[in-house]
């Protein structure tokens, strides 16, 4: 050991084993490597030498959902509102701003207004975030639902990830704590179960009925895990689903709005892909409780639901401003005294994306000035996902060992992969698991990145990857087709 090194206070085997313990695959070694090519494919000058020059001139980060990274355009409403309340000596001539770049009055209004309520996004607001943002965020709720909704019971979040982090926090109150998990999973919940100390209770998605929900494995899962002395408290859902893309039907939300009242259970929603459906119509948990609650009065009244979304994904794509919120659905007011105390630790949640998720929950109506010009680049986002989505999925039908179910929302697919034995081997010797010998070898013959089915869990001897379609175009496509191809022949 080196003098230095004798002279630190951490090490690696001496910091938090739980720490050390949480994976993150979305952001993983596979990750790291595209970054690293990244940047050897921005030096430009001086030009790289012929034996360490790569086979392709771009990467391609279909690893993430971060749809700007991969050039989806902001809104024009959004960043234009967000300019004035950045700086708001551009309001003192309306007429430059009008004519000179092109706003429209009800941008220069919005922008007015909440700076009126927040009077500067470079102050912190109300822990539970600025309260005239949170009555938006309950009258979208109430047009999505029609139900109502009470802002008091809404908490304005650095995206769902801080807000996952807050309830899973106060809800994990001892080792033996469980979660019931879907498996595929985005790994968040894993990682931060593992950083808790408190334990994961996997129930697996029905791949032959388009990631479905089986209600029968998250009973069997359920029951299970009580034998073994955990006390499950809670079930995620991802609606629609993240990585698998799926989109659960309203009987599948009552579902597992009906389990969860018989066995207890918090119900956590994760919504964030709300507006991301392109086949049947979104559900939101809340609105399958308080249908459960009308046609049955008093039997789910004691049922808790915390319902997720974000600012992030949708056609809003604004995952660097961090935004978002959780409604509280049939909490005790104690307890969610307690989470109001959690999330005043951390202050509050950036305010320039509180600004962006009053937009999003209450952008141009029609009739306003800026709404043709809103709805144009809305729905333009939209179909070229779904259209992107589509041939992406046409491809892998092509392709010889792959399977996937068809698109239906979020922003990803799922295939499975059946890989060769020789490929099998291969990745054994390179010590990796098979999935993920196939994306770094994807990634370094072609500069897209994508991650391995292990990485959100999988059923045992199944294989697959997840992958974003929302890089720009299609012919990224057809470079994995030719990939796949090729790898094939290798090892067959």
Request: proline content about 7%; overall charge negative.
């Amino acid at each position: 050991m080196s003098s230095t090194a004798a002279l630190k206070s951490l090490s690696i085997d001496n910091i938090n084993p739980h720490v050390k313990e949480a994976k993150y695959a979305v952001r993983g070694e596979l990750a790291v490597r595209s970054e690293k090519y990244r940047a050897q494919l921005k030096k430009g000058y001086p030009p790289t030498p012929p034996e360490e020059s790569l086979p392709f001139d771009q990467v391609i980060s279909a690893n993430i959902g971060n749809p700007q990274q991969l050039d989806q355009k902001p809104i024009t409403f959004f960043r234009q509102v967000l300019s004035l309340v950045e700086y708001p000596p551009l309001l003192e001539n309306e007429e430059v701003l009008r004519s000179g770049l092109g706003y429209k009055q009800d941008v220069i209004d919005r922008a007015r207004w909440l700076l009126n309520e927040v009077k500067s996004v470079g102050a912190y607001s109300a822990s539970q975030g600025v309260p005239a943002i949170r009555e938006s965020v309950a009258r979208y709720i109430e047009r999505r639902d029609g139900y109502p909704s009470d802002p008091a019971n809404i908490f304005l979040s650095a995206g769902a990830s801080s807000g996952v982090s807050t309830l899973m926090n106060v809800i994990c109150a001892k080792p033996e704590t469980g979660i019931l998990v879907p498996i595929p999973q985005y790994p968040l919940y894993t990682a931060t179960l593992a950083v808790l100390n408190a334990r994961c209770v996997p129930y697996y998605l029905d791949e032959s009925k388009t990631w479905g929900t089986d209600l029968s494995a998250i009973k069997q899962s359920y029951q299970k895990a009580k034998s073994e002395g955990t006390d499950v408290r809670a079930i995620v859902i991802i609606n629609p689903g993240n990585p698998t893309g799926a989109s659960l039907s309203a009987t599948d939300v009552r579902n597992v709005l009906e389990f969860a009242a018989e066995e207890k259970l918090v119900v956590l929603a994760d919504e964030v892909y709300q507006t991301n459906v392109f086949v049947g119509q979104f559900t939101s948990f809340k609105k399958g409780l308080r249908d459960l609650q009308k046609e049955q009065p008093g039997k789910f009244d004691n049922l808790e639901v915390a319902s997720l979304n974000s600012i992030s994904k949708g056609m809003v794509g604004e995952c660097g401003h961090r935004g978002g919120y959780f409604e509280l659905t049939g909490f005790d007011p104690k307890v969610a005294e307690q989470i109001y105390k959690f999330v005043s630790i951390m202050l509050c949640a950036p305010v320039t994306g509180q600004c962006l998720l009053e937009m999003a929950v209450n952008p141009p109506k029609e009739g306003d000035p800026s709404y043709p010009l809103y709805k144009e680049e809305y729905d333009a986002i939209a179909k070229g996902l779904e259209d992107r989505a589509n041939a992406l999925y046409e491809q892998f039908k092509k392709m010889e060992g792959v399977e996937c179910q068809s698109p239906q929302g979020s922003m990803y697919l799922f295939p499975t992969i059946h890989l060769p034995q020789k490929a099998i081997e291969a990745a054994k010797a390179e010590n990796r698991l098979p999935d993920e010998f196939y994306c770094f070898r994807l990634l370094d013959a072609t500069g897209i990145c994508v991650v391995p089915g292990s990485g959100f869990g999988q059923k045992e001897g199944t294989l697959h990857f997840r992958t974003t379609f929302l890089a720009p175009g299609t012919e990224w496509v057809g470079k994995i087709t030719e990939f796949h191809r090729g790898f094939m022949d290798e090892f067959r």
